[in-house]
């Protein structure tokens, strides 16, 4: 196979799932997961006796219970989604490019592994990879633990490939138009907010200090909050930024999400419509943390009326979100122009 004639390599990276809601499964998933150092980046000798000793003997039963009430017949949710989407997004591109291509799918934990996906290119006889995390703002702990391990792999390698790697999208135009009109969608089914009514824009957290490491991901939410509301045509006073799963006893960046649903509920916000921007996938954040857990924060404070807007999952405006950036972060790769 000619060089200019091999596919170009797409592989699609988000976090990963237990391959089953069992506490035998997700004692590996969660030791892979806490043992990464871009995530818990305290020292060893003081987080490991913590993880071995105590997490790894109690958390596994309590997220085995977690998973199972969101499990679907196929799987995990973040992976069925997931894989529908590389699925969709290799049918759009071979449909759109003139170059063949290659997309896989890879979790950061868990199956299948980065370095399957990365072999998997290169068996297809590959030798330009993009890599494409589903994170649309960055932080070290997700995009960045991502690049660690491709790289890490790749030393492996005689034959190096070309690598491009996505930091983010958050401020991508066609990222905020799906987002927003999933929310539209959403407002036309169940009706525009009322005056005192809030939408909500719940990210995932991470601990406050790392953004005084040097961690953009507080700034880039931010940014994605104020472009979607201002595509949205909000007041400042209807919408709010509010972060979602926090671990351990320091600070993490705030306001936080339950607390802010409690106080909310408790001053008479009859209603809230709630997203998670950053989750390309729904999964056990979205779907049980916060359209289970946290709702019952609101309701229980007082809160009338509740509701979870779905992640872009295996949307067609997410498939074509991605084919846009695969196209941009591949000119020059490209035989063609590819097609519009």
């Known amino acids: 196979m000619a060089y200019e004639d091999s596919p170009i390599g797409i592989l699609l990276v988000n976090l990963g799932t237990p391959q089953a809601p069992t506490k035998q499964a997700l004692r590996p998933y ?26 790894l003997n109690v958390r596994p039963k309590k997220s085995a219970a977690a998973y199972a009430s969101v499990w679907t017949n196929e799987g995990s949710p973040l992976f ?3 894989q529908n989407l590389a699925a969709k997004l290799q049918a759009h591109l071979e449909q759109t490019w003139d170059q063949p291509v290659k997309v896989v799918l890879a979790m950061r934990y868990g199956q299948p592994s980065i370095a399957k996906g990365l072999a998997e290119l290169r068996d297809a006889g590959s ?9 649309p703002q960055y932080s070290v702990t997700t995009v960045g633990t991502i690049f ?9 390698w005689e034959w190096m490939p070309e690598i491009r790697t996505v930091h983010e999208y958050c401020r991508h135009p066609l990222y905020i138009q799906a987002i927003a009109d999933s929310v539209r969608a959403h407002w036309a089914q169940h009706g525009e907010l009322g005056s005192s009514d809030k939408l909500i824009y719940s990210m995932h957290g991470v601990p406050a200090r790392y953004t005084r490491k040097g961690d953009p ?12 509301s201002a595509e ?3 007041r400042d006073d209807q919408w709010q930024l509010t972060f979602q799963s926090r671990f351990g ?7 936080y999400t339950d607390e802010t649903l409690k106080q909310l509920g408790a001053n008479g916000i009859g209603r809230i419509d709630i997203l998670c921007p950053g989750f390309a996938a729904d999964c056990l954040e979205t779907l049980e943390e916060i359209n289970v857990e946290n709702r019952h924060y609101f309701l229980g404070a007082g809160g009338k009326e509740f509701h979870y807007i779905p992640a872009l999952n295996d949307s067609q405006a997410h498939v074509t979100l991605m084919a846009a950036i695969a196209t941009e972060q591949t000119q020059g790769w490209l035989s063609v122009v590819a097609h519009a």
Request: proline share 9%.
């Open 80 to 82: 069925v989604y997931s």
């Open 30 to 55: 969660l030791r892979e997961f806490l043992s990464d150092q871009r995530v818990i980046d305290y020292p060893r000798w003081l987080w490991y006796p913590i993880l071995h000793g105590i997490i």
């Open 232 to 234: 949205l045509g909000l």
């Open 249 to 255: 006893p320091e600070p993490w960046l705030q306001p």
């Open 217 to 228: 991901y507080e700034c880039q939410c931010k940014d994605t909050g104020e472009l979607l």
């Open 148 to 156: 660690d391990v491709v790289f890490d792999e790749l030393k492996r």
């Open 127 to 135: 030798r330009r990879f993009l890599i494409l995390p589903m994170y």
